[in-house]
């Protein structure tokens, strides 16, 4: 496709960002930092109204028949004013599981919910700090689970997930209810992530992969997430990088707006560059989506936005000075965005391994 988007697709991005700017604001994020299990109703509440969770699943099942491209316009926004609640991305990622590798009965009995939003999904393939770990630490015997996936997010407030297992000697994808599942919480950097450590014990699940495709099947709904995410990251990014260079031209220093001087400025430049290119790689993963590169992209975009995000969100405080640094001004909340989002869905090591991979041929 085109590094541009259409004129419709213009529309889902003003539009989500008008309803956004007048929704979210930090007063009502900052206490969400401080607690554990809360996340911002009001976003959800907007995404379901506004048929984001819809976006992107088939009209059958009470979607919108869109696409990856348009979900991440959606998540750009979210991204810049820092939804708080991670479950378009976790919703998304389960309900494209079951579209993608479920039976009709599964599709019939799960994708309503999820395209509505009544239904909340999370991915649960990790194992402490391996986003997909060759031998799950999850069981799979007699269509039960046992043991313990960690660090999910969106995990203390979802209904269902989809969890990567070990099998009788192979690997599996299943969708779980987890309505009687042990939820721990995890204190964290980002509490309106809603992290959390999740234990089963004979757990019943529905088996969607079996075998040896089902690692690839679940790289592959990782990288639908990683997209997502990556939008979301530029959206951040994007967002400190205006801040910085709005501070930087009403700041006045020595006589001058601190922006006149070269250390601010080409930093702010550098931001600029940094933003764009991860935007180029979110637009062109989107773009590949069914397509056979199409983790090639996802992994390139994911480590562009993550770079972005990161530095945006540092050099953003630090161009602010000691103002930067206080409660009040809430900087630090796209800071602890921008160290959740890097973990999540796999670090940038993780990426940076499945890039290499697939472009030297290993991983293809």
């Not at 750009?76 to 039976?103: C, N």
């Not at 043991?147 to 997010?153: E, Q």
């Not at 530029?234 to 801040?243: L, P, Q, R, S």
């Amino acid at each position: 496709m085109s590094i541009l988007y259409d004129e419709g697709q213009q529309a889902i991005a003003t539009e989500s960002r008008r309803v956004l700017e007048a929704r979210m604001n930090k007063d009502e994020l900052l206490p969400l930092l401080e607690t554990t299990g809360k996340f911002h109703d009001g976003f959800w509440t907007t995404a379901k109204e506004q048929g984001w969770t819809a976006l992107a699943l088939p009209e059958v099942y009470g979607g919108l028949d869109l696409g990856l491209v348009e979900l991440g316009l959606i998540a750009h926004q979210a991204g810049r004013s820092l939804s708080g609640a991670p479950f378009l991305t976790g919703s998304f990622g389960a309900a494209k599981a079951i579209e993608l590798y479920g039976s009709d009965e599964q599709k019939a009995k799960y994708l309503p919910g999820l395209a509505s939003g009544e239904t909340i999904g999370a991915i649960a393939f990790a194992a402490g700090s391996n986003a997909l770990p060759v031998l799950p630490s999850v069981t799979l015997t007699d269509n039960r689970l046992d043991g313990t996936s960690t660090g999910v997010a969106g995990g203390l407030a979802a209904d269902i997930a989809v969890v990567y297992a070990n099998g009788p000697g192979m690997p599996v994808l299943v969708v779980a209810d987890l309505a009687n599942v042990t939820r721990s919480a995890i204190d964290s950097f980002d509490n309106s992530r809603l992290y959390a450590d999740l234990t089963f014990a004979g757990t019943p699940a529905d088996t969607l992969v079996i075998g040896g495709t089902a690692r690839e099947a679940a790289l592959h709904i990782l990288a639908l997430q990683a997209v997502i995410t990556a939008h979301e990251q530029t959206g951040g990014a994007e967002a400190m990088m205006e801040i910085a260079r709005d501070y930087a031209v009403t700041r006045r220093a020595f006589g001058q707006v601190i922006g006149a001087f070269q250390s601010i400025k080409h930093r702010i430049a550098e931001l600029y560059g940094f933003v764009e290119l991860a935007r180029a790689n979110c637009i062109h993963a989107a773009s590949r989506e069914g397509q056979a590169d199409f983790v090639t992209a996802a992994a390139a975009a994911r480590i562009s936005a993550t770079e972005a995000y990161d530095t945006a969100s540092r050099d953003c405080v630090q161009i602010h000075g000691g103002i930067g640094v206080t409660w009040e001004l809430g900087l630090h909340l796209h800071t602890r965005r921008a160290r959740s989002l890097a973990i999540e869905q796999g670090n940038l090591l993780f990426w940076e391994d499945i890039l290499v991979d697939r472009l030297t041929g290993e991983g293809a």
